[in-house]
């Protein structure tokens, strides 16, 4: 990978948008055009996607079987995914294949058909994932289950403030 596509490989590009496009399989990506944005879409020079955000919500998806054969043909650098918006879907469960994305901050699978809370557990592995969204889904009447709400949020941030130091800021002596 040249050091000018992984810098260009960017969450802030916009994302690879195939929301409303009725998929039923994610073979349908390879032969559907993604939604234009505000803003163009940057490629690499074989044409593949410089984005690290996927979107398929709102489709009709059931599974995600040949997920990795798709987006490493979408995608220039797939392992960089961060955000992928799966919601609004027919999903039932979590498949495996998310948890080999490492780089994955940001998953959306709100209305979609997920039974068990218990398929949570499996994102356990992905060391960045910061967001998560699972309401709308069967397992929320499940005993367990708990929102966030604004209440956990403060309270949240009235920990974090009174537990986490914040850096130090070091002047360089150079700067001096």
């Known amino acids: 990978m040249s050091t000018q596509d992984y810098m260009n490989t960017s969450v802030q590009e916009p994302p690879l948008d195939y929301s409303f496009r009725n998929i039923q399989v994610i073979q349908d ?10 803003r163009p879409l940057k490629h690499s020079k074989s044409g593949k996607s410089l984005t690290q955000s996927l ?11 040949g997920f990795n054969q798709v987006i490493s043909q979408l995608l220039q650098h797939p392992e960089n995914l961060a955000w992928i918006d799966l919601s609004f879907n027919d999903l039932t469960s979590i498949d495996p294949v ?56 403060t309270a949240a941030e009235v920990w974090k403030r009174m537990n986490i130091k914040p850096k130090k800021v070091r002047i360089k002596q150079d700067a001096l």
Do not use: C
């Not at 990506?29 to 505000?38: A, D, I, K, V, Y």
């Not at 009709?60 to 079987?65: A, G, I, M, Q, S």
């Open 55 to 65: 979107w398929l919500n709102n489709n009709v998806l059931n599974e995600l079987k």
């Open 98 to 153: 998310l948890t080999t994305l490492f780089n994955l901050s940001v998953l959306y699978l709100h209305g979609n058909s997920i039974q068990r809370l218990g398929e949570v557990n499996k994102l356990a592995i992905l060391p960045r994932l910061r967001s998560l969204t699972l309401h709308g889904n069967p397992m929320e009447e499940e005993k367990g289950y708990s929102g966030v709400t604004k209440a956990d949020r």
């Open 29 to 38: 990506l390879m032969s559907e055009e993604p939604r234009r944005g505000q």
